[in-house]
């Protein structure tokens, strides 16, 4: 006989299952087009645009799952999740065969379906299980358990439960007498039925246990999917949605605020558009709602977040959860049409002291596995803060106010943006036109005295390599990063243009920087004003130079050397492999990696305008960040940042190791390294 099953055997009325499905679908449909409507009281935004990378992007992160397995809650995810799919696709199966007719089920291949259904069920249950497991014994911080996690979870495993209990009567009841060979093609099915045989269970009896558990199988898996549309469960729906539909701008550009310039010059049109950031949910975009309800609650936001990690009220995943549940209060009011009153976003959902700890170094969204956009959300609502409300820390205001008046952050500097070239005969722009390099300083790199030294070291090395570069001297003002990051888009545009305005002039084409700010707004924002430049950070220009030969270090060191990843060259834009590659070409030296490395790298505390900024909450981001470098062992710490290399000084001074911990830029490193000049001796 070949090996089949029939579909509805043993069922009175089995198709009736489909008025449940009806109902369910109905409910659930519902649910989720009541939470569309309420995204689209957000702002427009194109999301639709490049259409095969937004599905490769969901078939990745969302259905590969890769950034959900990075760690081991993640696998026992994975493993629900996968048994779950495979569970779903076996059903559909089912459905095809029996209601289209396209019979396949029967033979070996059943038999291997047969199989593989029970083992990814085992798989769904082991995950559900081990998470559970997680949830309420373990009981990790960045969880918080609220009821519906309980009632999922239960609900997860009683649908499982019940489906293994169907089986188990189904084949207890017809296949351990009749067809013993077909029975052990369903293990678990097959060892519930060993059981109860062996307990006395008789075969009418379990035909109609296997009734029963079918009817109570079907009420709890569609009361499941019903439930899907109002619990956490919803994410998955949302969250696949969520990462079609992520941002494929750079990682650190953010969006302009759109006619804003024309706004404040009287333009009626524009006044009438524009949204100073975001004071309440309608200010934010569309997709920025969407992704309130994408939200999973995993924490992996909050276990990464150094202001978090600081001590500091900031978590990413309950400003997500606070903007959420301040939607779901309001959406009533807000499908009527209606205008909710009584509660402000900013102050009463979300305090200041959250939106001011924010560095903006993107762990949050790095590690989010359903491509919640944080710094985003943040940043609008600060701009909103300081565009509309006028409402910022004390330092950040003169931070801002020293941008407006010298064009550079830094109060009470004495240096001047030429002063560090005394002795080198660097060339400025305006006499070298040709030059293929123009070397953008930065006030950091210019005006702060430990960050001159590294300046000089650059300058040194591409000579000596050399590289046809100039410089634009006076000319040169802020990029404008610390205004954007702190909230006044509005200096950050104008800063913006007048830059882009006088590199044209001088039409300059590329560009190399030491900072990695001025890096990320010179490649990745400055084209949204009209600025395309090729913009290189030096250590990707250094790992050219020692590649090509045009550099060779020769000095050997004995130093062990640990790498500072900064944000906005690492997370920001995934430059990983040139500062090290750099750091490896010196003799001698022994690199180190820090436990919190690469893409996992701890901010410095610096990003966001924390650099100008007085920080009174918690403990300091660079101390903690200081201590991980301290516990490698290593004699240096090297940084490709002009903001890492003031942190990190901070830090060393802090903890008292000033004997036996350096901090020095990769430039610094590499020129101590190349054999002296003519003329010159070594150390």
């Known amino acids: 006989m070949v090996p089949t099953r029939e579909i509805y055997g043993n069922i009175v009325g089995g198709e009736w299952v489909y008025a449940f499905m009806a109902v369910s679908f109905g409910i659930l449909g519902w649910a989720l087009c009541r939470r569309y409507r309420l995204w689209m009281q957000g702002r427009p935004e194109d999301r639709l645009t490049d259409g095969w990378r937004r599905c490769k992007a969901m078939l990745i992160y969302g259905l590969g799952q890769q950034k959900t397995v990075r760690e081991w809650p993640g696998v026992l995810h994975f493993c629900m999740y996968v048994g779950f799919v495979v569970l779903f696709i076996g059903t559909l199966m089912v459905a095809v065969h029996e209601d289209l007719g396209i019979e396949f089920l029967h033979g070996p291949f059943y038999l291997v379906f047969s199989l593989i259904l029970d083992l990814f069920g085992l798989l769904c249950l082991v995950g559900v299980a081990g998470l559970t497991w997680r949830r309420y014994v373990i009981r990790p911080s960045g969880l918080d358990n609220r009821r519906e996690d309980l009632i999922v979870l239960v609900w997860f495993i009683a649908v499982l439960l019940s489906g293994f209990v169907v089986e188990g009567a189904r084949i207890g009841g017809t296949e351990l007498q009749q067809h013993p060979g077909w029975a052990v093609w369903s293990p678990v099915g097959a060892l519930i039925g060993l059981v109860f045989t062996a307990l006395g269970v008789s075969e009418s009896l379990f035909l109609f246990w296997h009734r029963v558990w079918w009817w109570a199988h079907m009420v709890i898996t569609f009361g499941f999917l019903t439930y899907i549309g109002f619990s956490k469960l919803s994410h998955l729906v949302f969250s696949p949605a969520n990462l ?32 100073f950031g975001a004071s309440s949910l309608a200010d934010f975009t569309w997709k920025q709602l969407l992704d309130l309800d994408a939200c999973t609650r995993c924490g992996r936001c909050q ?10 009220p900031l978590s990413p995943k309950f400003v997500i959860l606070d903007l959420q549940r301040h939607m779901n209060a309001t959406a009533a009011a807000v499908l009527r049409g209606d205008e909710p009153d009584g509660v ?15 560095t903006t170094c993107r762990a949050c969204e790095e590690h989010c596995p359903v491509g919640i956009e944080h710094v985003d959300t943040i940043v609008d609502m600060r701009r909103n803060l300081v565009l509309e409300q006028g409402r910022m820390p004390e330092t950040a205001e ?3 106010r020293s941008l407006e008046q010298r064009g550079h952050p830094w109060r009470g500097t004495q240096e001047t943006r030429t002063s560090w070239t005394e002795g080198l005969d660097i060339p400025f722009i305006a006499d070298h036109p ?10 950091t790199g210019a005006l702060v005295e430990r960050n001159v030294q590294v300046t000089r070291a650059l300058a040194t090395i591409l000579k000596r390599a050399g590289v046809s570069f100039a410089i634009l001297g006076q000319d040169e003002t802020c990029t404008g990063d610390p205004a954007r990051r702190l909230g006044n888009e509005y200096l950050f545009q104008l800063l913006a243009q007048q830059n882009i305005a006088t590199l044209q002039a001088h039409n300059v084409r590329k560009i ?25 950070h030096h250590s990707q220009l250094i790992d050219q130079l020692l590649a090509a030969g045009r550099i060779t270090p020769t000095q050997a060191s004995r130093d062990k050397v640990t790498y500072h990843d900064a944000c906005y060259l690492g997370r920001h834009n995934g430059v990983f492999a040139s500062p090290r590659q750099a750091l490896g070409a010196i003799p001698g030296a022994q690199m180190q990696e820090m436990q919190w490395n690469q893409r996992r790298g701890l901010c410095c505390g610096a990003g966001g305008g924390h650099a100008f900024m007085e920080v009174n909450i918690g403990q300091r981001v660079n101390h903690i960040r200081t201590e991980q470098a301290i516990e490698t062992g290593a004699d240096v710490v090297a940084t490709g940042c002009p903001f890492c290399m003031q942190m990190f000084a901070d830090g060393v001074k802090a903890k008292g190791v000033e004997e036996t911990l350096r901090v020095q830029d990769i430039a610094e490193l590499i020129a101590e390294s190349l054999p002296p000049e003519s003329g010159e001796t070594s150390s």
């Open 434 to 443: 040709d030059a293929e390099y123009l070397f953008w300083v930065g006030c």
């Open 303 to 312: 276990d990464n977040c150094p202001a978090w990690l600081s001590g500091k």
């Open 398 to 400: 003169a931070a801002l």
């Open 244 to 275: 079609f539909l992520h941002k494929f701008r750079a990682n650190g550009e953010l969006a302009p605020i759109a006619n804003l310039d024309k706004a404040l010059e009287g333009d009626e049109e524009a006044m009438a558009s524009v949204r």
């Open 512 to 536: 190399v920087t030491h900072c990695p700010h001025c890096f990320n707004t010179l490649k990745n924002e400055y084209p949204q004003f009209g600025g395309h430049f090729e913009v290189m």
């Open 344 to 358: 402000s976003m900013i102050g009463d959902v979300i305090s200041e002291d959250v939106l001011w700890s924010c």
